[in-house]
C-alpha cells in the first residue's frame, strides 16, 4: 500500500480532549528540572539520558510535583485515544536553533547559551514518569530516553519522524515490537507553520462484523521502521491487525508501510483498506503550539503527520517524544513469545515500578483471556 491517507484527505476537525496544566503545576515542574539541571551540573548527561546521576533524580523526585501534574498526564480519557495538554509554558529564546538531525539535537542540549532544550528533556521525564515509565530503544536515536523530532535534510519522503514532504502514515508507535509503548507523550518546541499531528482511533471507526472478524486474525507481520535501520533477518510472525482487551474494547497494532500487504488475499486487504478509510474519516488533526504536549495512547490510536516544506534555516518544527510504559496495561498473551527483531528496550525505570508492584500485589492471576503484563 502506497500511502494510507489521500494527501487530499478531508481532516476532520472533531475535538479532541484538552487538558490545562494549571499554572502552578507547569511551574513546580518547570523549577524541579532547572534544579535538577543544577544539581547535576557538567555532567555528561545529554547524550541519551541515560546518566544514573539524572535517573536517580528524576526517580526521587517526581513525587514531589504536585498531584495536579499526574492529573494531567494521566492516559487519554475519551475514545479519541488523545489529549493535548496546554500550559506547560516554553521560551523559545531558550532553545536556540532547531537542530539538523536528532545526532546534533542531543549534542546541543549541552550548549549552555540554550538550556531550555536539556531542562524539557528533564521535565518531559518527570511528565512521563508521573504517567508511567519512560523508556528508550537501544536501536533508536543512540538509546536516548528522550528523542527529538525534526526534519532532516534526505529523509523528506521516508517513513519515519525525520521525514517532511510526504504525509507520515497513521501508525502505530513501533508497532512491530511487543514491548511497544502503551503512552506517546509528544511536546512541542517550535512549529511555525502550524503544521498538524493526525490522530486517529480505533474506537471511533466503523466497521462490519466480517471486517472486524477478518482483522482479528492473525495475517501479516508488521516490520521495523527505517529508524531502525534495515537489515533484519528474524523470523516474522502473523499478528492480528486489531485485539479486545480484557474490557472487550479494541485495540490495535497497525502499520501499514512495514505491513507487506501484497502478501495478503483479496478479503483481508480490502478490510485492511475499509480500516484505513475509516481511520482518514475520524482523523483528528492538532497543530500543537509551542509548549502543547499531546499525549497518544499508541493501543488504541495511530498517530502521524501531514506533509509540510521543511525550511532548514534553524526554525523548523521541533517535538520531543517520550516512550511510556503503563504496567498495569495487558496485552495479547502471544506477544511475549515475539522476539521483536532484536531490538532492545531501555527500561531504566522498570526495575523500581517492579518492585512496588510486587509489594502491592495481592493474589495477582492471569486473567481468564490469556493477557499477560507486557514485556
Ligand atoms: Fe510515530
Redesign the pocket.
Known amino acids: 500500500m502506497k500511502s494510507v491517507l489521500s494527501e487530499r484527505m478531508t481532516i476532520h476537525l472533531h475535538d479532541i480532549e484538552h487538558r490545562e496544566l494549571p499554572p502552578a503545576a507547569a511551574a513546580a515542574v518547570r523549577a524541579l528540572a532547572s534544579d535538577i539541571r543544577h544539581r547535576l551540573g557538567d555532567r555528561p548527561h545529554t547524550g541519551t539520558l541515560q546518566d544514573p546521576a539524572l535517573l536517580d533524580q528524576i526517580e526521587q523526585r517526581a513525587a514531589e510535583l504536585p498531584v495536579a501534574v499526574r492529573h494531567a498526564v494521566r492516559p487519554p480519557a475519551t475514545p479519541a485515544g488523545a489529549t493535548v495538554v496546554r500550559g506547560f509554558p516554553v521560551d523559545d529564546a531558550e532553545f536556540g536553533p532547531t537542530p539538523q538531525d536528532w545526532q546534533a539535537a542531543a549534542v546541543t542540549a549541552a550548549d549552555p547559551r540554550h538550556l531550555g532544550s536539556l531542562e524539557l528533556d528533564i521535565a518531559m521525564l518527570l511528565l512521563a514518569r508521573c504517567a508511567g515509565e519512560p523508556f528508550g530503544w537501544a536501536g533508536q536515536q543512540n538509546g536516548r530516553l528522550v528523542n527529538n523530532i525534526v526534519p532532516a535534510v534526505g529523509h523528506e519522503d521516508e517513513q519515519s519522524?525525520a521525514s517532511s514532504s510526504t504525509l507520515?502514515s497513521p501508525?502505530t508507535?513501533d508497532a512491530f515490537h511487543a514491548a511497544r509503548a502503551n503512552l506517546?507523550m509528544l511536546a512541542c518546541v517550535r512549529n511555525p507553520d502550524r503544521v498538524a499531528t493526525t490522530v486517529s482511533s480505533v474506537r471511533e471507526v466503523r466497521l462490519s462484523e466480517a471486517d472486524l472478524r477478518t482483522l482479528t486474525v492473525p495475517t501479516l507481520p508488521i516490520l521495523p521502521d527505517v529508524s531502525y535501520g534495515t537489515d533484519f533477518d528474524q523470523p516474522a510472525p502473523p499478528l492480528p491487525t486489531i485485539w479486545f482487551d480484557e474490557t472487550d474494547r479494541a485495540t490495535l497494532r497497525y502499520d501499514p508501510a512495514y505491513t507487506p500487504l501484497d502478501d495478503a488475499d483479496p478479503a483481508f486487504r480490502a478490510a485492511y483498506a475499509r480500516l484505513t478509510e475509516e481511520f482518514a474519516r475520524v482523523c483528528h488533526a492538532p497543530a500543537l503550539a509551542p509548549g502543547e504536549l499531546l499525549l497518544v495512547d499508541n493501543d488504541v490510536a495511530v498517530?502521524?503527520r501531514v506533509p509540510f516544506r521543511a525550511r532548514y534555516d534553524g526554525t523548523d518544527r521541533w517535538l520531543k517524544r517520550v516512550n511510556i510504559r503503563l504496567p498495569e496495561r495487558r496485552r495479547r498473551a502471544l506477544e511475549s513469545s515475539e522476539n521483536g527483531y532484536g531490538q532492545r528496550v531501555v527500561a531504566p525505570f522498570r526495575a523500581s515500578t517492579d518492585r512496588t508492584a510486587e509489594r502491592g500485589r495481592t493474589d495477582e492471576r492471569a486473567d481468564e483471556r490469556g493477557s499477560v503484563e507486557q514485556p
Open positions: 519522524g507520515l501508525h508507535e506517546l498517530h502521524g
